[in-house]
């Protein structure tokens, strides 16, 4: 079992800056790492992720604005958030894989919300 401790949101002004953090438990080293969100009303979506190796991925909205990074410590990823939007606000997930023994392995945190308005 991970467990994901998510960190850093909030409420902030448009255009403001945010960044997120989340740390996932345990021994193995996490594959991909990545956030998603979910507005209300709406499903949830990916936001960015990065694989071992350090490839990244990010839904077009948010590409340019938006980014991610492994941390220097052991399963932990940042988000730093950029020109934020009202559209950006939404509650945030923090996303965990592990691949280990050929099974696929999920993980989610709780969620922390950000908002962005004025």
């Known amino acids: 079992q991970v467990d994901l401790a998510e960190s850093g949101g909030g409420l902030v002004q448009p255009g403001g800056s945010l960044t997120l953090s989340c740390t996932g438990s345990?021994?193995?080293?996490?594959?991909?790492m990545g956030w998603y969100r979910q507005a209300l009303g709406k499903e949830r979506e990916l936001v960015a992720r990065?694989?071992?190796?350090?490839?990244?991925d990010y839904t077009d909205s948010v590409r340019g604005r938006f980014t991610i990074s492994r941390g220097d410590a052991k399963n932990t990823v940042h988000l730093q958030m950029n020109s934020l939007e009202p559209e950006d606000t939404a509650v945030y997930y923090c996303?965990?894989?592990?691949?280990?023994?050929?099974?696929?392995?999920?993980?989610w945190g709780q969620g922390t919300q950000v908002t962005v308005s004025s």
């Open positions: 996303n965990a894989e592990l691949y280990l023994a050929n099974m696929r392995y999920e993980y």
């Open positions: 345990g021994i193995f080293d996490l594959n991909v």
């Open positions: 990065v694989i071992s190796g350090g490839n990244t």
